[in-house]
């Protein structure tokens, strides 16, 4: 889904609502749900797919 | 140049070297080490003529075992295997620190409650204990007294993983509210910032606040003393000062190998993803040379 140049449209996993984002993400990016505050992590971009990003795990840092 | 980054999520220091790669017309190759499979000799990942490999593996694990398999098939990557070995485990940054004469915190690892109770004892209150892998702060503990003590060491042992029952256990360092964060490529400072807060962490990442901050020779003759102790490569080393703001003694207290550096980007007036680049630039043009490569 496209709205425009700067931004795409996809569908927020958890709600289920249609959330705008940059028009330059790539996969395994991860973004703020605008809706819930969640990361979501982007799965595909044709379709533009989301899916909840991973629960950090212990290992996890610098 | 042809550059791979090896990564398990794209995060905002990830977009921007990768838009610095780009922009810069390099080829970038994306490897999601989480899709990948890793054998003696060869691997699913796309590393062929790849010029150099970037780790930017999120999870610690992933990291060190990614970066040995690509050093085994003869891929130039960075950091190395053997400075991501040191960084990932605060015992054997200490140590390394240490043998390199580089001033770092009194520390004492211990491998029972009952014999880590003695080192607390013997530091003093407070004291600090912090699990040998792990990052941003997290299950560190200021232990201000013997009953909080025995109450934090008995929930260690029953965390479960081993690695718990590591007791790293270190000299609190009464610092001015403000740890340094420097990055550095190969010993040289790119930027520095103070992380302030009036919690006793002051990681960004634990909502420091973060200031730029110009290194003074003690410091950058440090940064880079530690760099080498490590083995060298993109590193974000952490110091704190000793005796009060602008004293200018410092203790180095940690090594970090997949360092981030958007908050240091943001505080300082370097452009930090340009300098990283330009340093791999400088990297693939020395081993195109046939020069010797620092890790």
């Known amino acids: 889904m496209t709205s425009d140049t700067d931004t795409l449209l996809a569908e927020d996993p958890i709600t289920g609502e249609e959330i705008e984002l940059p ?35 212990e290992d996890w840092g610098e | 140049m042809r550059v791979g980054i090896l990564y398990s999520r794209i995060r905002k220091d990830e977009k921007l070297l990768l838009n610095e790669l780009r922009e810069r017309g390099h080829e970038v190759e994306k490897i999601d080490v989480r899709k990948e499979r890793f054998g003696l000799e060869s691997t699913t990942a796309n590393v062929d003529d790849l010029d150099i490999v970037v780790d930017r593996c999120l999870s610690t694990s992933r990291s060190l075992y990614a ?36 001033p770092t915190p009194a520390t004492e690892v ?112 440090l940064v880079e003393r530690a760099s080498e102790a490590v083995g060298g490569g993109l590193l974000g080393v952490d110091l704190m000062e000793v005796g009060g703001a602008g004293s200018g003694e410092y203790t180095v207290h940690e090594v970090n190998h997949t360092v981030e550096f958007k908050a240091l980007d943001a505080a300082s007036e370097v452009d930090v993803p340009a300098e990283v680049v330009d340093w791999l630039e400088a990297k693939v043009a020395a081993a195109a040379d046939g020069e010797e490569v620092a890790p």
């Not at chain 2, 003869?74 to 140590?95: F, M, Q, R």
């Not at chain 2, 702060?137 to 929930?155: F, P, V, Y």
Request: hydrophobic share 40%; proline share 4%.
């Open chain 1, 23 to 57: 028009a330059d993400v790539e996969v395994g990016e991860i973004i703020d749900s605008p809706v819930t505050g969640t990361e979501l992590e982007v799965i595909s971009l044709d379709p533009v797919v989301l899916e909840e990003a991973p629960e950090l795990e």
């Open chain 2, 67 to 102: 970066t040995e398999f690509l050093d085994s098939y003869g891929v130039h990557v960075v950091n190395s295997p053997e400075t991501g070995d040191v960084c990932a485990d605060k015992a054997k940054n200490s140590l390394a620190l240490a043998e390199a004469d580089v």
């Open chain 2, 110 to 221: 211990a491998f029972t409650a009952e014999a880590a109770l003695e080192a607390i004892e013997s530091f003093g209150y407070p004291c600090v204990l912090k699990p040998v892998v792990g990052s941003w702060g997290r299950l560190m503990a200021k232990i201000d007294s013997r009953n909080a003590a025995e109450a934090i060491l008995e929930h260690k042992e029953t965390l479960g993983h081993y690695e718990h029952k590591v007791f790293y256990i270190q000299e609190f360092v009464d610092k001015p509210g403000r740890d340094i964060r420097v990055l550095a490529v190969d010993g040289e400072p790119v930027a520095a910032m103070t992380r302030t807060s009036d919690h006793w962490l002051t990681n960004a990442a634990k909502g420091g606040e973060t200031k730029s901050f110009d290194l003074d020779e003690r410091a950058t003759e």
